[in-house]
């Protein structure tokens, strides 16, 4: 945090009278020591209007209420740091900053330092005074000067706003440089895009319930009833405490009336003053984001992120409009200042982005290198197996994919598609997607894939939180568009009828694009640390994450795929995994999708990958790859008894064999394995974070055996450039142990790689979180920190990540994995983690699947089993005695319950990984005497 005093921080008020009068018996999180009146000399300002009936005279002094922390701090002999100066909306109060101002005091024996917090009730709000004129935004701004300045409030300054009183403390902040240290936002808009209504429940506001915000407590019990969770019944009578009379409502309605609904509005050319100002504030700044509040939405936050381009950005999915009720946000405060402390050297500023575009970083080629070097070659690029055009099979050359790719980029550049715009992808894996995909990378666009495996509201979550301003799709995809209010201009894969167009709001096709660019040239190439894909995350063990990668990042990612496996021109891969069909342009092999639906991996038949194997060996005279999920795995296994001689004959070419995105059991791989005999059985470990991060072979398997006591799978040795490090747990299951690659210690994984993810987008505390702990992490720099092990040797351009996966390395330097740190139980005994078991449970005759799960109490969780059999039960029910028994001998500690369902629940996207959190919450359920449905 840079400095800006000015003024002593922690200079008290001169001129105060008696505390408020709160309600007897206090309020719920507030200490009435903070509560005080301060008598603030008014600026005269032009502008200011008389409700009707007030009368009008000079100025005169107002009385303000302010919660103010200062003075707590000089009675402990502490110094605060500096002081967030924090204002509420409407209708709310000071009371808003409670968690803030307890945070800040707390904060004094941390590395962090103390905070004073100055928490205003605006003027006719809260318990400050009702004066009886009306405030526009410019009278507000300089009334917020007048209380610092009776305050003597100098810097450094951080303030802190939520709602309309967002753009009041910026107003302060672009009129107070000087004294200015940060800016914190929560909720707020600067800006109301021109061709965008003003959201549906302040318009209500401004006309049906505009007379009744004052005449009734309406709009206030509308903003409560905004909580996610609801709010207590105590913090409700806290917010309403100083509006119980229409009287005491009167700034409401004042407030709802200085909405600029047109440029002829009073307050509308200061917002437009202060919207412009936020451009130029050079200090951090911080945006915290509710995504589910009805009236700020995410075009609001894409508004501020464009006028605060270095800001760092959290949006608490689930949370709404009340973002300090629904989510931890003054820990978020605290845990940004701190990294900002006086007493830490700023880091030096990142080059700006696409400052050159022709060095690429550790020489590497871009993405599009392939297409450029193969635009003169008929061999086969890409084969669809069954497209969506009507069945049967496209062919898709080098020559013409080339062509395709450069006509797209043309077109989407000279529809207005710029470097760094982003651009939402809802096509199926296939030509049209790899075309749109690589044109884009080649102008600089940014690509946002989502699987639509993540359902209507895991994609709606998704593209909202992404803010595409393109979004390119097929007609089913562009309706889900239209009727979810996706953001974006729209695109069609295909030429619509005009009435279809107009209804899915389509401006332009794929073939008006390509003509849209005839004749014009591309733009220069984006730089390697140009921003260059958001791929959202399976949302298996929470809401979708998306993970951001520059170009360097993906050209790394590109290269040690190649590198590991020996993938390149003369390769054909077969993509049974949707992330290598996209990957095949950038490596030069030829891609075919197979006959199969994309979103259900367990579609993929053993006929279907025979076929696409024979279409991958035509014309290629290297190694023939299939990659697979694993449900895709267990599917062809089950299917294989449909093969045919052909199909054996098309199989016998496979040379490797890799199935990626969950671990696969050993009687798995190896099933598949026989259907491939001249392949070599490949494992790769990784996640959207970091997709290639160890490998192991179906005989590297064999020979590491079960893993000891403490079991797992095998997931084998780090692949070329990769660095695995373990964080160990502590008694309550939390990895909190420093880097360390001993051998047997079960901790977090957390690796470091070239490929590894740049960023997640918009969610600073969670990436942050990622790297805690690590070289890159929090802490790494600060004078006197321990450097974490593991900073030593690591490939040029490695980045840190922190997996949410526990595991180990043992004595030969292979990593095994144990489960997700989520899902750790801490028992009686100490964390179990739940692969190993689930693997020894597996081995029982008679059991398909297991999960291992933990019920009641952290600290004295039960060890519950719950079980697929080989032949599948009816419904769920406890396992038989004699099962129960094995499985209980199997897993070799107390097991509190085994239950044996049809089917173990699992993620949306691989259809592989087991649900653990919801299965732990059905047998918590079950085991409670609650009803035996599926889980």
């Known amino acids: 945090m840079r400095p800006a005093a000015t003024r002593p921080a922690g200079r008290l008020p001169r001129p105060t009278t008696a505390p408020a009068r709160l309600p007897p018996g206090g309020l719920p999180g507030l200490d009435p020591a903070w509560s005080r009146l301060v008598a603030v000399p008014e600026t005269p300002l032009d502008g200011s209007l008389a409700l009707p009936g007030a009368a009008s005279g000079p100025a005169a002094d107002r009385t303000w209420h302010v919660l103010d922390t200062g003075p707590l701090l000089a009675a402990r002999g502490l110094t605060p740091v500096g002081t967030l100066l924090c204002v509420h909306g409407n209708p709310t109060w000071s009371y808003l900053w409670r968690g803030l101002a307890t945070a800040g005091l707390g904060a004094g024996g941390t590395r962090t330092g103390a905070w004073r917090v100055v928490a205003v009730d605006q003027l006719e709000m809260g318990y400050s005074e009702r004066t009886g004129t009306h405030r526009t935004l410019r009278r507000r701004v300089r009334d917020l000067a007048d209380l610092t300045d009776a305050l003597g409030l100098g ?60 005449a009734t407590p309406a709009f206030l019990e509308t903003t409560l009833a905004l909580a996610h969770p609801p709010l207590p019944d105590d913090v409700k009578d806290a917010y309403r405490a100083p509006y119980r009379t229409a009287g005491r409502r009167s700034g409401i309605g004042a407030f709802v009336a200085d909405i600029p609904v047109g440029p002829g509005h009073p307050s509308a050319s200061e917002l437009d003053r202060i919207a412009d100002g936020v451009r130029d504030l050079d200090v951090p700044a911080l945006l915290l984001w509710g995504p589910r509040d009805p009236v700020f939405d995410e075009t609001h936050l894409g508004d501020l992120c464009g006028r605060l381009p270095r800001a760092q950005v959290h949006r608490f999915e689930g949370a709404g409009h009340l973002l300090p009720e629904d989510a931890d946000t003054a820990g978020a405060v605290m ?95 296939g030509a049209d997607l790899t075309a749109t995909l690589y044109a884009c990378l ?63 709001g389509v401006e332009l096709s794929l073939p008006d694009v390509v003509d849209l660019g005839a ?71 030829c891609s075919v999708t197979p006959d199969m639906d994309v979103t259900a991996p367990r579609t993929l038949t053993a006929r279907a990958v025979a076929a696409a194997a024979d279409a991958a060996a035509v014309g290629v005279d290297g190694t023939t790859v299939v990659f697979l999920s694993p449900a895709a795995v267990a599917n062809v296994v089950a299917t294989s008894g449909e093969l045919t001689a052909d199909d054996e004959r098309a199989l016998a070419r496979v040379r490797l064999l890799l199935s990626a995105g969950a671990p696969v059991a050993e009687r798995l791989l190896a099933a598949v394995g026989d259907l491939v005999p001249r392949a070599v059985p490949h494992t790769p470990y990784g996640m959207t974070e970091g997709l290639l991060l160890t ?42 142990g420093p880097l360390t690659a001993a051998p047997d210690v079960t901790g977090e994984v957390v690796v470091a790689a070239p490929h590894v993810k740049d960023h997640y987008d918009r969610l600073w505390l969670t990436d942050r979180d990622s790297r805690r702990g690590t070289p890159d992490g929090d802490g790494a720099t600060r004078p006197g920190a321990t450097r974490p092990a593991g900073a030593e040797d690591l490939v040029p351009g490695a980045r840190w990540h922190r997996t949410g996966d526990v595991g180990r390395l043992d004595a030969d330097g292979r990593l095994w994995i144990e489960g997700r740190l989520a899902h750790v139980l801490v028992t009686a005994d100490g964390p179990v983690t739940p692969v190993g078991p689930e693997r020894r449970a597996e081995s029982v005759p008679g059991v398909r699947r297991a999960g291992v799960v933990g019920v009641g109490p952290r600290g004295t969780q039960q060890v519950v089993v719950v079980v697929e059999t080989q032949v599948g039960a009816r419904r769920p029910a406890l396992a038989a005695p004699a099962l129960t028994a094995a499985v209980r001998t199997a897993v070799g500690r107390d097991v509190a319950a085994v239950l044996v369902v ?30 035996m449905g599926r889980p």
Not at 575 to 589: D, M
Not at 708 to 732: F, H, N, W
């Open 519 to 589: 004749g014009t040239g591309l733009p220069p190439a984006p730089a390697p640390d140009d921003l260059a894909a958001v791929l959202f995350t399976s949302g298996s063990t929470g809401p979708a994450k998306g993970v951001v990668y520059t170009h360097a990042q993906l050209a790394a990612m590109r290269d040690a795929l190649a590198a590991q496996y020996g993938l390149g021109v003369g390769t054909g891969i077969v993509a049974g995994f949707a992330p290598f069909a996209l990957l095949g342009p950038a490596l030069g092999c």
């Open 442 to 504: 080649r102008i600089g666009a940014v690509v946002v894939v989502a699987d639509a495996g993540l359902g209507a509201r895991g994609l709606t979550r998704a593209v909202r939180g992404a803010q595409p301003a393109v979004v390119v799709g097929e007609r089913r995809g562009l309706a889900a568009a239209r009727a979810l209010r996706w953001p974006g201009r729209r695109v069609s894969t295909t030429t619509l009828p005009p009435a279809t167009a107009a209804a899915l």
């Open 695 to 736: 490998d192991v072979t179906l005989e590297e398997i064999r020979a590491a055996g079960p893993g000891g006591a403490a079991g797992g799978a095998c997931v084998g040795r780090p692949a070329a450039g990769v660095t695995v490090r373990i964080s160990a747990l502590d008694a309550d299951g939390r990895a909190t």
């Open 902 to 931: 049809p089917d173990l629940p699992t993620d949306v996207r691989h259809n592989s990984k087991i649900d653990r959190a919801r299965l732990a919450a059905w047998a918590d359920r079950v085991l409670a005497g609650g009803r």
């Open 335 to 429: 845990t940004w200042l701190a990294d900002r402390h006086d007493d830490v050297p700023a880091a030096a500023p990142a080059p700006p982005r696409g400052a050159d575009a022709r060095t690429p970083a550790g020489g590497r080629a871009p993405m599009w290198h392939h297409l450029d070097e193969l635009a003169d070659d008929d061999s086969t690029a890409l084969v669809e197996m069954a497209p969506a055009t009507g069945g049967g099979v496209r062919t898709v050359t080098w020559r013409l994919l080339a062509r395709r790719v450069r006509e797209l980029a043309c077109g989407l550049h000279a529809a207005g598609v710029r470097r760094g715009d982003r651009v939402s992808l809802l096509v199926p894996p």
């Open 155 to 214: 810097g450094p300054v951080v303030t802190v706003g939520h709602d309309w009183g967002g753009v009041v403390s910026l107003g302060w902040a672009v009129d107070h440089p000087d004294a200015l240290a940060g800016v914190v936002l929560l909720d707020t808009a600067v800006h109301q895009p021109a061709d965008r209504p003003i959201p549906l429940p302040l318009r209500a506001a401004l006309g049906v319930l505009g007379p009744s915000t004052v």
